[in-house]
């Protein structure tokens, strides 16, 4: 089992940058796959990047690529999403997830998930 605990957000202008954080509990970190999604105000939850088990492979939904990046760290079992030229539609509370599948851009293809951490873009 993982658990995972989301850091990092907050209220920035828009053009900003955050860094959010995730952090896993756990010695099965590596065997995971793990996602961002967000959730904006009234709206799905929906897919923002994931990254592989092994960290080779990146993958990022249209409206964040080239603005965002995720990656992971094996040795302090952390998950991070680099966000930069962020506008008021980046405003969600965006949620860490860890699950089996490869390229997982449905809520149902991860097993576990975070508590959610605030993002706001003002503009």
């Known amino acids: 089992q993982v658990q995972l605990v989301e850091s990092g957000g907050g209220l920035v202008q828009a053009g900003g940058s955050l860094r959010l954080s995730c952090a896993a509990s756990?010695?099965?970190?590596?065997?995971?796959?793990m996602g961002w999604f967000r959730q904006p105000p009234g709206k799905e939850r929906e897919f923002v990047a994931d990254?592989?088990?092994?960290?080779?492979?990146?993958h990022y939904a249209n409206s964040v690529k080239g603005r965002f990046t995720i990656s992971r760290d094996y040795a302090k079992n952390m998950v991070y999403l680099q966000m930069n030229s962020l506008k008021p539609e980046d405003t969600a509370v965006y949620y860490c997830?860890?699950?089996?599948?490869?390229?997982?851009?449905?809520?149902?293809?991860?097993?576990?998930w975070g508590q959610g951490t605030q993002v706001t873009v003002s503009s």
């Open positions: 756990g010695r099965s970190f590596s065997m995971y796959a």
């Open positions: 990254i592989t088990r092994v960290g080779d492979t990146l």
């Open positions: 997830a860890a699950g089996l599948s490869t390229m997982a851009t449905k809520t149902y293809e991860y097993a576990y």
